[in-house]
């Protein structure tokens, strides 16, 4: 079994609240892990929006949401956050002294204090419409690829035109048995690169490219053996089969509350509610700031989350460091502050 990581603080969601949160815990000396079901940080912003701007984060008259995430991680390197990324909490519950929580990659933690700053829930695949599929999944259909194995010497399907479905078909074409992509239209939405190398293989015939939709899944007890598809072959609409041993399909995602609905918290509406001096919800010492929270006022912003942030680190510097007297410090004027930052 993997071993338990403990540190002091846990922060569920790498989204800008969850990475300045690591900033503000950071100043009051106070370690954090992070964890995010997405394989890299920034939640909404990076996610949804990297390339469009964003015009009302305090002194950046524009910034990017790719950039923000940069300069958000930037700026939290001092404080040497551990990122656990693709995996999805899935439990927490109150030990003595403090909380273990564990993923659904089976890593538990034990934290001092959680905060949860998980935004709109947490980013799940959509799923094809398709009668049964739950039957096929985590056998033969995956909406990510975690073990390379489960593809090897397999007759794999990909559904989409991204960067996700492409980037797949261009790293399984060398272990699967075949590769085949299936898209509604002869046209990709992504990386330049990946559309040039996948537009080579399809040349050569290490991979087939159908366009059409998937209708059906044909198999029993979770082994998928072929697909039925409707598409155009030569000027005619058809539908037809094609064998497939492992499907994944890639349209997209979704934000779902997920597992935070069974931890026990208080919730209004899908949020969790917190009070507005410590940003704490129904459970001391479980702490929630950013989209995932809600009070009177609440603006679903990424400037009020960051000024969430810096209460709830003041709060959970009492819990953590109980007795410890904490004074008000400037980080332009304090030295203490400053060597923390490394930057004297
Ligand atoms: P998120 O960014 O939602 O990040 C939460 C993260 O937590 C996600 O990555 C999620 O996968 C993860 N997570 C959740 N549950 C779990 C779990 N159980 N296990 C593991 N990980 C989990 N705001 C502004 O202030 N200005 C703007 O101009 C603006 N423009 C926007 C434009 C668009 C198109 C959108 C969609 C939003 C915009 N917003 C804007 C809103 C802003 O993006 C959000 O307020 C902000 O992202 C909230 O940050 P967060 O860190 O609270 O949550």
Not at 3 to 25: K, R
Not at 156 to 162: A, D, F, H, P, R
Request: net charge negative.
């Amino acid at each position: 079994a993997p071993a338990e990581i403990e540190t002091d603080a846990l922060i569920i969601g790498a989204g800008p609240v969850g990475l300045f949160a690591v900033f503000e815990l950071g100043l009051v000396d106070i370690k954090a892990h992070v964890i995010d079901i997405l394989d890299k940080p920034g939640g909404q912003c990076a996610e949804l929006y990297p390339e469009k701007p964003i015009y009302d984060i305090p002194a950046h008259p524009t910034i990017t949401g790719q950039a923000l995430t940069d300069r958000l991680l930037e700026q939290a390197r001092p404080f040497e956050p551990t990122f656990h990324f693709g995996q999805r909490v899935e439990s927490l519950r109150k030990t003595d002294g403090g909380f273990e929580v564990e993923t659904d990659l089976g890593t538990r933690f034990r934290a001092k204090v959680v905060v949860v700053a998980a935004g709109g829930g947490s980013f799940t695949p959509k799923r094809p419409p398709l009668a049964g599929i739950e039957g096929f999944e985590g056998a033969s259909v995956f909406y990510a690829v975690r073990k390379i194995d489960a593809f090897r010497d397999k007759a794999v399907l990909i559904v989409g035109g991204g960067d996700s479905a492409l980037d797949w078909t261009l790293n399984l074409q060398p272990i699967a048995k075949s590769v085949t992509l299936i898209h509604r239209r002869d046209e990709f939405r992504a990386a330049p690169d990946s559309v040039n190398k996948l537009r080579e293989l399809l040349a050569d015939g290490s991979v087939r490219f159908i366009q059409g939709q998937l209708t059906k899944l044909n198999g029993d007890s979770g082994a998928l053996r072929s697909v039925t598809i409707r598409g155009p072959v030569g000027g005619l609409d058809l539908e037809y089969d094609v064998e497939a041993e492992r499907l994944l399909p890639f349209f997209g995602l979704t934000m779902k509350l997920g597992p935070i609905a069974n931890w026990g918290l208080n919730l209004n509406e899908n949020q969790i509610a917190v009070d507005t001096a410590r940003f704490e919800t129904s459970e001391p010492g479980i702490f929630a700031i950013g989209d995932i929270n809600t009070y009177p006022g609440k603006l679903k912003l990424i400037l009020s989350g960051f000024h969430e942030a810096a209460l709830m680190a003041q709060a959970a510097q009492k819990i953590v460091y109980p007795g410890k007297r904490s004074v008000f410090q400037y980080t332009t004027s304090s030295s203490s502050l400053q060597r923390k930052l490394g930057v004297i």
